[in-house]
């Protein structure tokens, strides 16, 4: 059974960083490439950054760019998202998904998903 579990979600102000981690099991988890996407209240879910699966490519959107950075660790099944200088419009939940075919920015795109983890920036 393939499970993607999010965690280190949590409230923060405006400025501050937060650190979330993905662990996977179920699968391979070194064949597929991983991404992070995010929902506010109300909106559409969006993409935020992806990584493939030797880590030699990463993709960021561009409200994140030069803030965020996301990373893996084949060895522990984990794949990391780390969140500085963070806003109040990075509100939302984060979720971390899978992807075999390789780097995708479009959720529908994503072939398992995580539960999300909340992120909730002050200002």
């Known amino acids: 059974q393939v499970r993607l579990v999010e965690s280190g979600g949590g409230l923060v102000q405006a400025g501050g960083s937060l650190r979330l981690s993905c662990v996977v099991s179920g699968w391979i988890f070194s064949s597929y490439a991983m991404g992070w996407f995010r929902q506010a209240p109300g909106k559409e879910r969006e993409f935020v950054s992806a990584?493939?699966?030797?880590?030699?490519?990463?993709r960021y959107a561009d409200s994140v760019k030069g803030r965020f950075t996301i990373s893996r660790d084949n060895a522990k099944n984990t794949v990391y998202l780390q969140m500085n200088g963070l806003k109040p419009e990075d509100t939302g939940v984060y979720y971390c998904?899978?992807?075999?075919?390789?780097?995708?920015?479009?959720?529908?795109?994503?072939?398992?998903w995580g539960k999300g983890t909340l992120v909730t920036v002050s200002s």
């Open positions: 990584i493939s699966w030797s880590s030699g490519i990463t």
């Open positions: 998904a899978a992807n075999q075919a390789g780097l995708a920015r479009n959720y529908q795109d994503m072939d398992y």
